[in-house]
């Protein structure tokens, strides 16, 4: 059998960790741009969706994107396409011609749920060719049904009883010798009580044929294309004896009986085996290290096989391709992101100093408001327009990180692309902000750690390490009795992730307002540019942009700190 279920390595348009809105709505219309293109893209995300975009989804009638929280290659991601299997009950012929046909030396053997019991390799066939003697007798040992045994020779089966689909232990012996030495072997096999197992091969013998039966044996094989006597064959069936023939010599007819084993009864149950969601780098020594030439793997769970791999699969393995939104770093990326191709960032945020690719990337960075203004320019550059669906999750994405075109970091192209995209989506732009931003309160309706993480970024700067959050809201309601319970959070995480200052920026953005909340060494407290309400609360009004004023005012007490 063969199965073919491998995915080409798929290609995601991702945001950041703990992602925003403009994340998450940036990479739904980016991803669809690509596809008006004709590549074959899907918006993905590494974190949760924010209430706020939950509710622009359903009104857009989209699903959420896939979440995707690890992009490093697999055993399923890199496991071949195309696999030769045999099956449990399948006999040693079958699978014989099976390798021969594929060219392959080895396939793995599945039972009859295709849950992988072990691995076959070519040379186990060869072996059947040398068969080991027993007490230097010319008797040969077999474990096989008498069916398969005539199905593998296509022999008849018209004289004798029918034979049986149950495996069994046979003697082969092959009746070439004299009636007289014949005779002693079969008399010494019944006074040994094991006659009643022997497979007599032979061909044209009708006094070998008659001591078979008189001596009853298990089965008789007739070679050549010979027949018994109808008084022989009488005799036979009211004995019970299974009577098979073979149009093939003696000398064929041994090896092929050979081959009606069951594979089961030879396969190598000790052998590596990989589930598909097992990451590569986290196998390859194993892999490379170990004797064996081919890797089965399943599907995560379950033992049912998915492909396979060898050692030269591992050389340069499938890469997942990656279009990136709303970020350049690679800190705030996806999981596995080095292992992975990144073909294209889109972003409008400062360049970082650890963005490091394999391959050349198209990199597009613009002093805009949102990455959304960025994905609804490159529509209007290629005169296509979004579907007003996703026109809709652009409007939300370039009002949020925007606040309606209010934040310092908007610009006449976000104004422009704004106007365009509600008209598309058949929105008034600013009533739509309007419940865009009522909708879906964190402080009222989400508990400490996700009011936290929806829309949190880590920051290294000149070796200090940085966590700030942003939750924005139409008033600070709530902000008095969650302050305590944020403040907790905030410490639970810096202690987590080890970080020198952990920052939430609670924004109103009707008064366009902000309280920063931060734990941290007080060296950086005491240099924020902000008027200090408590130890770890302060006050920052008319802060509303986390990129264009809270970073460069941490940054900056970074640098005052040791003065």
Not at 2 to 19: E, F, K
Not at 73 to 82: E, L, M, W, Y
Not at 182 to 188: D, K
Not at 382 to 400: D, F, I, M, Q, T
Request: aromatic share 4%.
């Amino acid at each position: 059998m063969a199965i073919d279920r491998l995915i080409s390595p798929p290609w995601y348009v991702l945001g950041h960790q703990n992602p925003d809105a403009d994340a998450i709505c940036a990479a739904i219309g980016h991803a669809a741009y690509l596809q008006a293109l004709g590549e074959d893209v899907e918006a993905a995300r590494c974190g949760e969706v924010p209430p706020r975009v939950k509710i622009v989804l359903e009104k857009a009638g989209l699903p959420a994107p896939k979440l995707v929280d690890d992009v490093r290659p697999t055993a399923g991601s890199i496991c071949r396409k195309s696999v030769v299997a045999v099956r449990q009950d399948d006999t040693f012929l079958m699978a014989y011609r099976l390798m021969v046909d594929h060219g392959v030396r080895a396939v793995p053997v599945l039972n009859n749920g295709g849950e992988v019991r072990g691995l076959l390799h070519f040379l186990d066939l060869l072996q059947l060719l040398l068969p080991a003697a027993t007490d230097g007798r010319d008797v040969k040992l077999l474990h096989a049904s008498l069916e398969n045994i005539g199905a593998t020779l296509g022999a008849s089966s018209d004289f004798g009883a029918e034979a049986p689909s149950e495996e069994e232990d046979l003697i082969m012996m092959v009746g070439a010798s004299s009636q007289d030495t014949v005779g002693r072997r079969l008399a010494s096999a019944k006074v040994e009580g094991n006659v009643g197992k022997y497979l007599v091969i032979c061909g044209d013998r009708p006094f070998v044929h008659q001591q078979a039966v008189d001596f009853g044996v298990r089965a008789l094989l007739v070679t050549g294309g010979n027949q018994l006597s109808a008084e022989i064959a009488e005799r036979a069936k009211e004995a019970g004896m299974i009577v098979l023939c073979s149009p093939h010599d003696t000398a064929t007819t041994v090896k092929l009986a050979l081959c009606a084993r069951k594979v089961r009864n030879i396969i190598s149950e000790d052998f590596l085996s990989l589930a598909s969601n097992q990451v590569a780098s986290r196998f390859m020594g194993k892999v490379a290290s170990s004797g064996q030439d081919l890797f089965p793997v399943v599907e995560a769970g379950t033992r049912r096989l998915m492909g396979v791999f060898s050692k030269s699969d591992l050389v340069d393995p499938p890469r997942t391709k990656l279009s990136l939104v709303d970020h350049n770093e690679f800190s705030q990326a996806v999981k596995g992101v080095e292992e992975a191709r990144v073909v294209e960032i889109l972003d409008h945020h400062r360049l970082s100093g650890d963005l490091v690719t394999r391959d050349p990337v198209r990199f597009i960075n613009e002093p805009v408001g949102s990455s959304s203004t960025i994905v609804a320019r490159r529509f209007r550059e290629k005169n296509l327009e979004p579907n007003p669906a996703v026109a809709l999750c652009l409007c939300a994405g370039l009002v949020s990180d925007t606040l309606n075109l209010t934040s310092p970091t908007s610009t006449d192209v976000d104004r422009e692309m704004l106007s365009w995209l509600s008209s598309l989506a058949e929105v008034n732009a600013d009533e739509f902000a309007e419940s865009f931003f009522a909708s879906g309160s964190l402080l009222l309706h989400a508990d400490a750690r996700a009011i936290v993480g929806t829309d949190r970024k880590e920051f290294n700067e000149e070796g200090v390490f940085l966590s700030l959050s942003q939750v924005e809201e139409t008033s600070m309601k709530g902000l008095t009795e969650r302050k305590e319970e944020l403040l907790e959070e905030l410490k639970r995480l810096r202690h987590e992730k080890t970080y020198d200052l952990c920052a939430i920026l609670v924004t109103d953005i009707s008064r366009h307002d902000s309280v920063l909340l931060a734990v941290g060494k007080e060296s950086l407290l005491a240099k924020l540019p902000f008027d200090r309400l408590g130890t770890n609360e302060f006050a920052s009004p008319g802060v509303v942009s986390r990129k264009k004023q809270l970073f460069p005012a941490v940054c900056e007490a970074i640098r005052l700190r040791n003065e």
